[in-house]
């Protein structure tokens, strides 16, 4: 039995016809025949019904499949291995980041991990915490930053820092002439708030017990954080926004922040990654980056400040 073997047996039971699977080899189809048949001697068996069509694998030939698909994974994983030794920080490296996270965080640390490491390819995409993790399952990306670890068993969650939320309220609303935001009286304003999904709007709107706001919130829920500052400081209603996105402000935007009143809700930052994980180098290069490009009181939970 040899790799080569397995890797035969996936094919014909992914096109279910030895032909198409010889071609998708590059081999012709006598000699994948050939080892596929002396496979099934080997092992006494037959692993698919050359009778059906399209061809079947038997119901002993179904358990063979899946455990040769798992020998083909952890064999991947062993050659993951040695391309990381090899070539550390280096190669296509794809992370899926929450796009209420994205536009504060990246610009604090990706521009000096692009200028220090040219030959990483760092590609990011922007989705929600679903699609992230979705994804990550999926092998469509390596990692993903977001907010709160994640449940599952097959991840590993990093911690990276605590971002407190914030209001940001526009001049004609009556929580703009008040120091701070109590959640007990946010539900006469106008707010805009992101659509359904975004774990930002789920938090706070656990935090606020904002179902009785519903009834007044603007009718806008499928913008981005961004357009709805922008419609807050044209004097209309308000939004939340993370504290990372507050450092962006200049001093006239400064002045429509408004701190919640204790306790203020946080959100706690992971990077998160499949148990399988082996590009640790790449790994601990982006914690350590992200830590540093983070404001030290950012790092630990401070007094006042609660998880939501």
């Known amino acids: 039995m040899n790799l080569q073997q397995l890797e035969y047996i996936l094919a014909v039971d992914e096109l279910r016809h030895f032909a198409k699977a010889a071609e998708h080899c590059n081999v012709t189809q006598p000699t994948l025949s050939a080892m596929i048949q002396k496979l099934e001697d080997e092992l006494n068996i037959k692993i698919f019904d050359r009778s059906a069509q399209p061809v079947q694998p038997t119901t002993v030939g179904k358990k063979v499949i899946a455990q040769a698909r798992i020998a083909l994974h952890q064999t991947s994983l062993i050659k993951d291995l040695v391309k990381e030794e090899e070539q550390s920080l280096n190669g296509i490296f794809r992370i899926a980041v929450l796009p209420t996270i994205a536009p504060y965080l990246l610009p604090r640390f990706f521009p000096e991990v692009m200028e220090t490491y040219p030959l990483l390819d760092i590609r990011v995409i922007e ?154 180098a790449i790994l601990s290069m982006l914690v350590d980056k992200i830590k540093a490009a983070i404001p030290k009181e950012m790092l630990i939970l401070q007094n006042g400040q609660k998880v939501v």
């Open 127 to 280: 989705m929600k915490t679903p699609n992230c993790l979705a994804a990550l399952q999926a092998g469509g990306v390596e990692a993903a930053i977001i907010a709160g670890p994640a449940e599952e068993k097959d991840f590993i969650s990093t911690p990276l820092y605590y971002e407190s939320f914030f209001g940001y309220v526009s001049t004609k609303e009556s929580a703009y002439k008040k120091e701070m935001i109590r959640s007990s009286e946010i539900s006469g304003e106008k707010l805009w708030l992101l659509d359904e999904g975004h774990c930002f709007r789920d938090q706070l709107m656990r935090f606020c017990q904002l179902k009785s706001a519903q009834s007044c919130q603007i009718a806008y829920k499928l913008g981005s954080m961004e357009t709805f500052m922008r419609m807050v400081e044209s004097g209309k209603g308000m939004t939340f926004i993370p504290g990372l996105a507050v450092l962006q402000l200049n001093e006239e935007q400064k002045k429509l922040v408004r701190p919640f009143a204790i306790p203020q809700p946080t959100r706690q930052i992971y990077i998160i990654t499949k148990i399988d994980f082996v590009r640790h």
